[in-house]
């Protein structure tokens, strides 16, 4: 079955500091990435997507992720959070061909004064 | 609107009343998903409409639900006999078009509690 895996459910890291979200998902065919977030009370709304091209996307704010097909991954990484970076973040795939998304569970990053 | 709306923003019910959420989406998207998200977890697909094309049921948990979309425009998610293991926010999105590379604009969701 399709599936996607966020490998931590909980981040926390301090203010300027370097963070890495780990996405991870079940089929090498083809297919489209994203990354959500949720903001505290708040919707989810679309941080970066990968659809073809280079694998190296970039985001709004600071955020970018890399497609790596070999291993079925597509991690989030900022160089440097501040406190507002405080979310949920949701890695997501939907196979080309198809529109049904797959979320993965989620991963709450937690930024510390 | 500017967004995708959802309606009510809370509801609580006894168990075995039935509940009606709605969804405005943006207008013009075509496409629209309903998903549960249970506390904690991720986000589960529920249903998804595309114009007037049949809608794909595959992730509706049970006969005890259901879904219908006007056109292009509202749609109602409906859960008859409510469980408590129902308790969850049900989150509305549309997007553009058919092809799954499309961004999908969620609602705040209604949160659902069974009591």
């Known amino acids: 079955a399709q599936s996607v895996t966020q490998l931590d459910s909980q981040v926390p890291v301090f203010e300027e500091a370097p963070v890495e979200l780990r996405c991870n998902y079940s089929s090498s065919v083809s297919v489209y990435l994203f990354w959500y977030v949720q903001y505290p009370n708040q919707g989810l709304q679309l941080l970066l997507k990968?659809?073809?091209?280079?694998?190296l996307v970039k985001g709004i704010n600071g955020f970018e992720a890399e497609f790596n097909k070999s291993q079925t991954s597509f991690h989030l990484r900022k160089p440097s959070v501040h406190i507002s970076d405080t979310a949920e973040y949701f890695c997501a795939v939907t196979y080309t061909g198809g529109f049904k998304t797959i979320f993965g569970a989620g991963t709450r990053l937690f930024v510390k004064a | 609107g500017a967004g995708v709306s959802q309606s009510p923003s809370n509801k609580v019910t006894e168990k075995g009343k039935d509940v009606e959420l709605r969804c405005d989406p943006i207008?013009?998207?075509?496409?629209l998903y309903w998903y549960r998200q249970r506390l904690g977890q991720g986000l589960e697909f529920l249903i998804y409409?595309?114009?007037?094309?049949?809608?794909?049921k595959s992730g509706l948990p049970s006969d005890r639900f259901s879904a219908e979309r006007t056109g292009e425009s509202v749609s109602t998610l409906t859960i008859q006999r409510t469980q408590q293991e129902d308790s969850a926010v049900y989150l509305c999105a549309s997007s553009l078009g058919r092809i799954g590379s499309g961004e999908q604009y969620f609602g705040p969701g209604t949160r659902l509690t069974v009591t």
């Open positions: 207008s013009g998207h075509t496409a």
């Open positions: 990968y659809l073809s091209g280079s694998t």
């Open positions: 409409f595309q114009g007037n094309s049949a809608p794909d």
